[in-house]
Every structure is written in C-alpha cells, then in structure tokens.
C-alpha cells in the first residue's frame, strides 16, 4: 500500500460516494471535493537586501507565530546564492519555468478508476486506481481546491522532471467535466509504511536508499528546483524491487537567485534552520537539510530526530544538538536577530557529540563514515552543507558505487 503523508485537514470518509466495489470510478469522488481551499497568507514583509527581489510564492501555507519573533538587521547584507545549479532558469527559456502561464492538457478521466483511497494530505485525496484500457495499476491524486497557480506549478514542475532518476512518474492529468476538479495519475509503486519499513533496513540498505534518494535530489536540482518537502512520507520504496521514488511535488518551487521565497514550506520535523529564522533566500539546500534528518532517524532508529512541538521548539531541539555558538555564528553571517522572547526560548547550548545517540539498538548502522556524512548534512548554514552531488561522492556510498558499478558491467 502507498503511504502519503496525514495532515490536520482532511476529508470525512462519509463524504465520499463510489459507484461499484471493488472498481469504483471517481467521477462522483471529484464532484464532491470542493471543499474550501487551505487559505495562502501574505509572506512575512522584510528589509530588502541588496540584490533585487520577485515576490515570494504562495504556497498556501498556514501562518506561524514565529515569524513575530525574527528581525532583520538594520544593515543589509548580500543576498545568498546556491553553489550549484544556480542560474538553470537564468539561461532557460521562459516557457521552461513560466507555470502561470502552462495551458494545461487535459486527458480522458472516463480512462481511470479508483480502487481503494490509500492516503490524504492537506491538498489532496490519494486512490490506488488502474487504467480501464491497459488494466495497469497507477495512482490517482485528486486536487482539493487551491490557487489554480498552485496547481500549474506542480503540473509544469513534474512535467519538467519527467524521466528523471527516482522521480515519480507523471502518467496523465485529468479533470471531472462538472466540477472542474482536477486529478494527477501517477505511476504506482507497492510502497511500504517506512514506520514498519526502517526499522528492517540494514546498514546497506540504508546506504542504497539513501544514495537512490540523492539521485532524484541531483536531478531535480540540476534542473532548477527545490523539492521542499523531502521527508519519509514522500519517499516510496518497494523494497522487494529495491526501487524508490520521490513523489509529492506540490510545494517544490523553482529555483531563482535573487529571489525571495516563502518560508512556510516542509513538514516541522525536517525544516531547516533558515526557515525557523525566516531566511527567505534559500536555495536547494534546503532538501539536504531534510534529507540529513531523515538519515539521523534511520541510522539512530529515532524518528523523527527533531522533535518540535511548534516551529519555535523545533528551532531549540535543533540548538539542544548542534549548539548555539553555530546558531549564533550564522545569525550573525545573514545579519538575522532573534528577538529575545525566542532568544530566551533558544538558551545556550554546548554542541552535543554524535556519539550520544549511539545504543545497543542502533550500534550496527553507525559508522565513522556515516557520522561524518550526517555531520556535513546537519550544518546551520546552508552554504557549507554538501550538495547532493558532492553527498553521492562521499565515504559512506563506497560499496554502493562499487555495487552499481559491477552491476553496469555486468549488463
């Protein structure tokens, strides 16, 4: 069974109504999604920084205390780059990243059914569906209602990334003719609950997703795009065909330097520090922070690593580890305050050593090598974590290079 992330709205199942078990089509199913849409909110309103910027995107993100809490310097500071990949949409073509202005074809709807609802999000309603022509089995993500530039932006993005290593495959978009509401077919992949799923993996497997999971973040970067949502939820993994893809592509957003973007993006848990302190010049290190904690809760077996209550907690559980020397040293780089009622929730911190986390339980996934790739992933400052390409050359992936090495040989 597929596993999508849950989140605080969702849809009663009494709501929805299908036509015939076990093959049920989903014309009723969209008719009834219409919902009111998560309302976006205004982005926080910031000094300028000395480069021009466009206006952040609206994700539709709900709104957070926090933000009352960060102040920018008087003085401006230069506006933060990526290190890599960062003029893609610079010498692109404005069609190739222009999602408000996608004239989006729609396919036949009558040319899928829905079998069984397998998850919800905040955006959406997933169904384990199949194609009635070629009886295939596929997924069918149907659309709460949003910004119709929202979903522009994730058509175009998973159209861009079509092909790519480890993304999810984009079949077909389709529409239901009386309510408009739109749905996205996807390739279907036999995913296992990684709640049940990493507490199996050995500390091979862990090295082979992990390295499969960098694939896709090097892809999608190298074409301009942040995912801003990688987290366990968005990574599927059949393990028996040790195949993984990354799926769920609404957030992701395409890279422009210069540009300032929404901070309200990815889950709490895998946040990183520059949108705790309202950094909007990010770039797509912000997937490598992400992935950094999913691999800390893998090879400790603690998930999720950072476990904030709220945003401001999240930032504290944050310093609790990585200390406030680092914290402070970074504020000071992009010339950020923290106000002092989230100073004084922040405190002061000594770094806390890798080996703390170590146990009986998790002793067997924890490797030099691996301590020292977590610890180049898990920086505050975004410039001086890894990129996914420099995190596939490490240490900690000699063997499964080795392996896929041997293995295109042998072909």
């Not at 067997?364 to 691996?370: D, G, K, T, Y």
Request: glycine share 4%; net charge neutral.
């Amino acid at each position: 069974m597929i596993h999508v992330p849950f989140f605080v709205f969702f849809f009663s199942s009494s709501f929805i109504s299908f036509q015939s078990p076990p093959r049920r089509r989903f014309l009723l199913l969209c008719a009834v999604l219409t919902l009111r849409a998560p309302l976006a909110h205004s982005p926080i309103r910031r000094s300028p920084l000395v480069a021009p910027t466009e206006t952040p995107a609206s994700v539709g993100i709900d709104p957070d205390p926090l933000a009352a809490e960060i102040s920018v310097s008087d003085q401006t500071r230069a506006m933060s780059k990526a290190r890599v990949y960062t003029d893609v949409n610079v010498v692109r073509s404005k069609d190739y990243w222009d999602y408000e202005s996608l004239n989006v074809q729609w396919g036949e709807q009558d040319e899928y059914e829905v079998v069984r609802k397998v998850g919800r999000g905040k955006y959406s309603e997933v169904f384990e569906g199949f194609n009635v022509n070629t009886k295939e089995k596929c997924i069918v993500k149907i659309l709460k209602p949003v910004k119709k530039k929202k979903i522009r932006r994730e058509i175009k993005i998973l159209q861009n990334l079509c092909g790519g290593t480890n993304i999810v495959k984009l079949f077909d978009v389709v529409r239901d003719e009386h309510s408009k509401t739109p749905s996205l077919i996807f390739e279907y992949v036999n995913s296992t609950d990684f709640k049940l799923l990493y507490p199996t993996l050995t500390d091979y497997d862990i090295r082979y997703y992990i390295f499969e999971l960098l694939k896709a973040l090097d892809y999608c970067h190298s074409q301009g795009i942040m995912h801003r949502d990688v987290k366990p939820h968005n990574v599927m993994i059949d393990h028996e065909l040790r195949k993984l893809r990354l799926i769920d592509w609404g957030l992701a957003e395409f890279y422009h330097p210069g540009k300032e973007y929404n901070v309200r993006v990815a889950s709490r848990y895998f946040k990183g520090p520059e949108l705790l302190v309202d950094l909007q010049d990010y770039d797509y290190s912000l997937d490598m922070w992400s992935l950094g904690c999913m691999f800390a809760g893998m090879i400790f077996r603690k998930e999720p690593f950072f476990y904030g209550h709220d945003n401001q907690d999240q930032l504290v559980k944050i310093a609790k580890v990585l200390g406030t020397d680092d914290l402070n040293a970074y504020l000071d780089k992009y010339q950020l305050e923290l106000e002092p009622q989230l100073e004084a929730l922040v405190g002061r911190h000594s770094r806390k050593p890798w080996s703390k986390f170590i146990n009986a339980d998790n002793q067997h996934l924890v490797s030099p090598e691996a301590i020292d790739f977590l610890d180049k992933l898990l920086r505050y400052d975004h410039q001086d974590r890894l990129t996914a390409k420099e995190a596939m050359a490490h240490a900690y992936f000699s063997q499964v290079r080795a392996a896929e090495t041997s293995r295109m040989r042998s072909q």
